[in-house]
T-cell receptor, first 112, second 109 residues
Framework: EPEVTQTPSHQVTQMGQEVILRCVPI?????FYWYRQILGQKVEFLVS????????KSEIFDDQFSVERPDGSNFTLKIRSTKLEDSAMYFC??????????FGQGTRLTVV | GQNIDQPTEMTATEGAIVQINCTYQ??????LFWYQQHAGEAPTFLSY????GLEEKGRFSSFLSRSKGYSYLLLKELQMKDSASYLC??????????FGTGTRLQVFP
């Protein structure tokens, strides 16, 4: 069964460092998303991406965040200068026009 | 805001039936999803409702009343592996999903 894959599964970084979280969406999907879940809290929308551009972003997705689809398969989330409060599980999701969103297994980001 | 409300925790016995409720604000509603999430794992899709009524999928069913801003997820013949968090998520006018805090279900033998 096709699945969304994310790497790495766990990333530890020092405050102020840049991190790039990587995702390979399902191959025929056109809509891509990043969500995050702080430990013990609800899943929160960060950004949606379609046709090579951001279609919507939340208040959380400030200037420190960026997304990119560098080639035909990868979809990345970059955090330029990480803060302690960026520690969370980051989920990538994708969907086609006819389907629900499929989520990847997540990257647990720990900022120390 | 677009608050999604669901109970924080529920418990049930193996073999029993449990109903998890979700209420949401109706303005701009464009579909409701239920996801299952085991601890430390990704949400996995269970069901989708956009019209009023009941959608049945094996042991799981989901109901929607758009006028009341209300949905429930019904789990029958509970198994130990059903212990997980159940997330209610609503799509409004845009494409993003707004999630509730999730209901943590514990199934006991």
């Amino acid at each position: 069964e096709p699945e969304v894959t994310q790497t790495p599964s766990h990333q530890v970084t020092q405050m102020g460092q840049e991190v790039i979280l990587r995702c390979v969406p399902i191959s025929n999907h056109l809509y891509f998303y990043w969500y995050r879940q702080i430990l013990g809290q609800k899943v929160e929308f960060l950004v949606s991406f379609y046709n090579n551009e951001i279609s919507e972003k939340s208040e959380i997705f400030d200037d420190q965040f960026s997304v990119e689809r560098p080639d035909g398969s990868n979809f990345t989330l970059k955090i330029r200068s990480t803060k302690l409060e960026d520690s969370a599980m980051y989920f990538c999701a994708s969907r086609s026009p006819e389907t629900e969103a499929f989520f990847g297994q997540g990257t647990r980001l720990t900022v120390v | 805001g677009q608050n999604i409300d669901q109970p924080t925790e529920m418990t049930a016995t193996e073999g029993a039936i449990v109903q998890i409720n979700c209420t949401y604000q109706t303005s701009g509603f464009n579909g409701l999803f239920w996801y299952q999430q085991h601890a430390g794992e990704a949400p996995t899709f269970l069901s989708y409702n956009v019209l009023d009524g009941l959608e049945e999928k094996g042991r799981f069913s989901s109901f929607l009343s758009r006028s009341k801003g209300y949905s429930y997820l019904l789990l029958k013949e509970l198994q130990m592996k059903d212990s997980a968090s159940y997330l209610c998520a609503v799509r409004y006018n845009t494409d993003k999903l707004i999630f509730g805090t999730g209901t943590r279900l514990q199934v006991f033998p």
